[in-house]
């Protein structure tokens, strides 16, 4: 058959010199062809690929950012909420808070964070206290974070503050505090927390280090077409595209590209036409911050990311052009010849060409692995049997392993603790979910024994997936340990000062019923003053006359009768005298007395009283270690014989009357001597408890009680600071108790 064609070929003539050299240019001009095309494909497919890494730098370098942005307003939300926020600057506790959260802050990024009162007065300022006062009720970002909702944050443009460093370019975020200012009514607006950031530090710390090839770089710009940052044009920073002077065309011919990212009409990475006429690979991603967003490029020169493929274009090119010209030369018999040479030599360039595409694989491998090495988020690759093959120091830092300790090594053998479910799913099964095609993302996680104290982890897990299967689970975290540490604390700090509301109320309850009852008092005793009054200059009339009458009396019945008049004459006068002492006291002598002296003084007086039955015993357990006290001698003699007297009027079959003093505090805290006095007697019914220190009020029979003994024994004590206290149980027995301060003046 193949004899059969060359046959042919001969009778037509196509196997002349000729023909064969016309045929070895065609099959050269072919091989030149296709060589071209597909070193153009390899271009555009590297290109391609670089462009992808780009954007990966461009998304990693905009979370970060997003991340650290968000984490301010989530810290400066913190303090919004903090219960006295808005009396931060009278509040040493609240600014210990605040100042704590203040530090969880990257300080070379945060300025100062600031709490503005509801009328924009600077109550507190972390930089420099010394501006606290200040009145910032007509800025901007005052006015816009008034009408904000609650949980809301503000984010401004870049603003003129340059409190500090009068070059920097700062702007703020803000959320507003919103607090019960009264129970009957919803939240209300009552100031605005903000963080003052400076963009300048911002990208220092992530904009500035990115380096893409060896000529690329990072800048950014706002979705209004401001620039923001540039490594190479820093005073073209804070100007708009959209308002372009002549300066800003001495670089840029037109700004068609960065106008079309801004309206959405490009894709997130492609190559344009650099302002010098350089072709270049550009990737971008948008940070979305309020009514406003920030997009973040990242750009090469096109010709560094294909500069070892164009020398490998321009070498083939002069291999083929040598080829092509010493085939000419060797005319159509050296082409059968050399033909197993050429097949050699386009196999040595194929494999020059797979050398040299393992290399730009290698280099872009590393490229990737340091990008993933030196990013401040955790990150670890499982693979299908949830074996570790890849991690970057964050993440072993977070398990405190050196990184060699824990590649190749099960990941759940990795925690010396089970690790918790996940909203009731065990985790080893949620990583199996993962291998199904779900991503999860866990917040606040809890990790316990791999320090002494839990941490918290923000977790996003989701499947890794390589040429359209998934091949494994990508695991991403960040430490929120501290800031679950810090709401922790405030939730304690809640429950502390609730106690203390509770606590304040009761005591604020009990002394309005103090001062109701003193009211109480002073307008009983004006009302005794006068009626005493009324009464006293009728009644000395009335006995002097009785007396007289006696003195003339010439029989029995009068002289009787006369004696009954004088004698409820002399009852009227001693209940006059106690209304006179209960509205007007005498003059006090004040001095230091000891309470065990004046006490034994009283009972030793009672014992002479006919009252005191030998069935009564009286039962004392004083403390000899007493320190003395200011008070008047008489009246509180009188406060401790009213008592025993009402405690032996309790006691009328007999009983046991036990006395006892001894060192305490009052109410308030302070030190005080404490004297009770405890009877076995018919006690007091519950219902009468609250009136017994009400002027006129007596349970003893008509005739045998005045009901004054323990109202002016109530004012006397009250009057020493003091207070009386009474527990009973009806048939059981009294308890009255006197606590007097211990004054030394």
């Known amino acids: 058959m193949f004899q059969n064609l060359i046959g042919r070929l001969k009778k037509l003539n196509l196997l002349t010199p000729s023909a064969l ?138 603003l003129d503050i340059h409190d500090h460093q009068p070059e920097t370019k700062e702007f703020i975020v803000a959320t507003p505090i919103y607090q019960d200012l009264s129970h009957s009514q919803a939240p209300q607006f009552n100031g605005v927390v903000l963080a003052v ?75 344009y036409q650099a302002p010098g006429g350089e072709n270049k690979l550009m990737a971008f991603y948008r940070i979305p911050l309020g009514r406003k967003s920030w997009l973040v490029a990242v750009s090469a020169p096109y010709s560094d990311v294909i500069a070892l493929m164009r020398k490998s274009r321009q070498f083939y090119s002069l291999l083929i052009i040598s080829i092509f010209v010493t085939t000419l030369a060797a005319s159509g018999v050296t082409i059968i010849t050399n033909k197993k040479k050429i097949e050699a030599e386009e196999k040595a360039r194929h494999l020059e060409n797979q050398r040299r595409l393992e290399r730009e694989i290698e280099l872009a491998k590393n490229y990737l692995e340091n990008i993933v090495e030196n990013t401040k988020t955790n990150l670890m690759v499982l693979d299908r049997g949830f074996i570790v093959k890849t991690l970057n120091t964050a993440q072993a830092r977070s398990l405190g392993r050196p990184k060699e300790d824990i590649l190749g090594r099960p990941f759940l053998y990795l925690f010396p603790d089970v690790l918790e479910a996940y909203e009731g799913v065990p985790f080893e099964a949620l990583l199996q979910k993962t291998l199904a095609g779900r991503s999860f993302e866990i917040k606040d996680y809890k990790i316990t024994g791999i320090q002494n104290d839990p941490i918290y982890l923000d977790m996003n897990i989701s499947p890794l997936l390589i040429e359209g299967e998934i091949t494994g689970i990508l695991i991403t975290s960040t430490n929120v340990t501290k800031r679950v540490q810090l709401e922790e604390a405030l939730k304690q700090y809640t429950v502390e000062l609730e106690v203390k509301v509770d606590k304040e109320t009761a005591t604020t309850r009990k002394l309005e019923q103090q001062v109701l009852h003193s009211e109480k008092l002073a307008a009983l005793g004006r009302l005794a003053a006068g009626v005493a009054h009324e009464i006293g200059n009728p009644l000395t009339s009335i006995s002097t006359f009785a007396q007289l009458l006696r003195e003339m009396a010439a029989d029995e019945f009068t002289r009787s009768s006369l004696d009954i008049i004088n004698n409820h004459i002399q009852r009227i006068t001693e209940i006059v005298r106690q209304m006179s002492t209960f509205s007007r006291p005498d003059s006090m002598h004040i001095k230091s007395h000891q309470i065990n002296d004046i006490l034994k003084s009283s009972l030793d007086l009672m014992r002479l009283d006919k009252r005191m039955k030998n069935t009564i015993e009286i039962a004392m357990d004083l403390d ?59 006690g007091i019914p519950e219902m009468e408890l609250e009136k017994i220190f009400d002027p006129f009020y007596t349970t003893k029979e008509a005739g045998k009680g005045t009901g004054l003994g323990l109202a002016v024994s109530y004012n006397i004590v009250k009057r020493f600071k003091g207070d009386i206290k009474v527990k009973s149980e009806a048939g059981k027995g009294t308890t009255f108790t006197v606590i007097l301060p211990v004054e030394k003046e």
């Open 21 to 158: 050299v016309f045929a070895l240019l065609f099959v050269l001009s072919l091989i030149i062809i296709i060589g071209q095309f597909f070193h153009q494909t390899l271009q555009n497919e590297m290109a391609e690929q670089f462009n992808k890494q780009q954007l990966l730098l461009a998304r990693e370098v905009a979370i970060n950012i997003e991340s650290f942005i968000d984490g301010v307003y989530k810290d400066i939300h913190i303090i919004s909420q903090l219960p006295e926020i808005h009396r931060i600057h009278q509040s040493p506790r609240c600014r210990v808070v605040a100042e704590a959260i203040n530090m969880n802050i990257r300080s070379t990024m945060l300025v100062t964070i600031r709490v503005l009162d509801k009328n924009g007065i600077m109550i507190y300022d972390s930089a420099d206290p010394g501006r606290e006062g200040l009145d910032l009720s007509k800025t901007a970002y005052f006015r816009r974070a008034t009408v904000l909702p609650r949980n809301e944050r503000l984010i401004t443009d870049l």
């Open 197 to 271: 950031l400076s963009l300048d530090a911002i990208t220092r710390n992530y904009l500035s280090p990115i380096k893409s090839g060896t000529r690329g770089y990072a800048w950014m710009m706002d979705s209004d077409g401001t620039l923001l940052y540039h490594p190479t044009q820093p005073m073209m920073v804070g100007k708009n595209l959209f308002q372009t002077d002549q300066s800003c065309f001495e670089c840029h011919k037109s700004f068609d590209t960065e106008k079309r990212m801004l309206e959405g009409e490009t894709e997130t990475f492609g190559n």
């Open 624 to 682: 000899g270690d007493l320190p003395g006290s200011m008070i008047d001698e008489g009246q509180i003699a009188q406060v401790f014989i009213n008592i025993i007297l009402n405690a032996l009027d309790a006691m009328p079959e007999g009983g046991m009357l036990t006395v006892s003093t001894g060192r305490g505090t009052n109410d308030q805290g302070r030190d005080a001597v404490i004297v009770e006095f405890t009877d076995t007697g018919i």
